[in-house]
C-alpha cells in the first residue's frame, strides 16, 4: 500500500535550518507529483511547495520564496524540503502529500507529519 514517512523535523533556532525528507513506497513514484503542506496549532493546513514528477518544475507559496526549496530523488522515492533562515511562524507539523492515479480515480495520501519547532 501507499506510505509516506517524513523525517527531520526538530527543534531549530530562529535563522537556522533543517532539512526534511518524505520516503514514498507503494506507487510509482517518478511519476508524481509531491508536495509538501504544514499545519500550525489552531490554524488550516496550508500548502509549502509542489515538484513535478521529474522535479523540473518547483513552486512555492509566497511566505516560503527565497528560504525553502523542494527537490526530490527519483531514485530513493524521496521529497525533499530544505528550509532555510527559519522563523518562529514556520512552526508547525509538516506533511507530505502524494496523489495518485489508480483505476477508481485520484487517490490522495498524506504522510504521519514531522514537527518543526523554531525557538530561542
Known amino acids: 500500500q501507499v506510505q509516506l514517512v517524513e523525517s527531520g523535523g526538530g527543534l531549530v533556532q530562529p535563522g537556522g535550518s533543517l532539512r526534511l525528507s518524505c520516503a514514498a513506497s507503494?506507487?510509482?513514484?517518478?511519476?508524481?507529483?509531491m508536495s509538501w503542506h504544514r499545519q500550525a496549532p489552531g490554524k488550516e493546513r496550508e500548502l509549502v511547495a509542489t515538484?513535478?514528477?521529474?522535479?523540473?518544475?518547483?513552486n512555492y507559496a509566497d511566505a516560503m520564496k527565497g528560504r525553502f526549496t523542494i527537490s526530490r530523488d527519483n531514485d530513493k522515492n524521496t521529497v525533499y524540503l530544505q528550509m532555510n533562515r527559519l522563523k518562529p511562524e514556520d512552526t508547525a507539523v509538516y506533511y507530505c502529500?502524494?496523489?495518485?492515479?489508480?483505476?477508481?480515480?485520484?487517490?490522495?495520501?498524506w504522510g504521519q507529519g514531522t514537527q518543526v519547532t523554531v525557538s530561542s
Open positions: 515538484i513535478s514528477s521529474t522535479g523540473g518544475t518547483t
Open positions: 507503494g506507487f510509482t513514484f517518478s511519476r508524481n507529483a
Open positions: 502529500k502524494a496523489v495518485v492515479i489508480a483505476p477508481s480515480g485520484l487517490l490522495t495520501y
